[in-house]
């Protein structure tokens, strides 16, 4: 996540053309991640993680929200 907001400072700092599509560049990967990384913690049964700070971690990430739904229905949503 620290390449989206190194790319979003560039951007706000230097206003150019080039900045622009690498600052949505990096944003779309960080939007990519964030969806892997939801899916794989969705997989997880919750109950059965005994440390109640990983649980809080988990529930947050599955909680969420556009990660859940389908390609189509988050590029939907997304424009």
């Known amino acids: 996540m620290s ?3 190194t790319s979003e400072w560039r951007y706000a ?3 150019t053309d080039f900045n622009k599509r690498r600052m ?3 944003q779309s990967l960080g939007v990519k991640f964030k969806c892997l990384s939801w899916r794989r ?6 109950d059965q993680i005994s440390d109640k700070n ?3 971690q988990l529930n947050r990430i599955i ?3 556009r990660c ?12």
């Open 41 to 46: 913690a969705a997989i997880f049964n919750v």
């Open 63 to 65: 909680k969420e929200g």
């Open 13 to 15: 700092t230097n206003t």
């Open 54 to 56: 990983v649980q809080r």
């Open 3 to 5: 390449r989206v907001a």
């Open 24 to 26: 949505r560049e990096q």
């Open 68 to 79: 859940g739904l389908g390609d189509a229905k988050y590029t939907e949503v997304k424009h």
